[in-house]
Nanobody
Framework: QVQLVESGGGLVQAGDSLRVSCAAS????????MAWFRQAPGKGRDFVAA????????SYADSVKGRFFIARDNTKNTVFLQMNSLKPEDTAVYYC????????????????WGQGTQVTVSS
């Protein structure tokens, strides 16, 4: 199993940048494909970005493509989400998720979840 802990959320203004991190423990993060999801108040949890276990492949939701970038450092068991040109509609709790390496990279079907970190973008 793997435990995931997000950090780096906060309050920023529209147009600002922010980087959130996800630290994995228990098993090496290289054993997992990783992803970020977000949940805005009163809405469901939506896919944001995913990265393969090696970091060689990434996938993004259309709403963040070109503004957000996912990366990982397996030597530090950490996954990052760099968020640029933030908009008020990006306000949400951001969750890190993991699924086994052999299951492939995907936009759903993740087995392990962190507790989330709040990102608030003011206009």
């Amino acid at each position: 199993q793997v435990q995931l802990v997000e950090s780096g959320g906060g309050l920023v203004q529209a147009g600002d940048s922010l980087r959130v991190s996800c630290a994995a423990s228990g098993r090496s993060s290289s054993s997992y494909n990783m992803a970020w999801f977000r949940q805005a108040p009163g809405k469901g949890r939506d896919f944001v970005a995913a990265i393969s276990w090696s970091g060689s492949r990434t996938s993004y939701a259309d709403s963040v493509k070109g503004r957000f970038f996912i990366a990982r450092d397996n030597t530090k068991n950490t996954v990052f989400l760099q968020m640029n040109s933030l908009k008020p509609e990006d306000t949400a709790v951001y969750y890190c998720a993991a699924r086994p390496r052999d299951s492939g990279m995907a936009r759903s079907g993740y087995d392990y979840w962190g507790q989330g970190t709040q990102v608030t973008v003011s206009s």
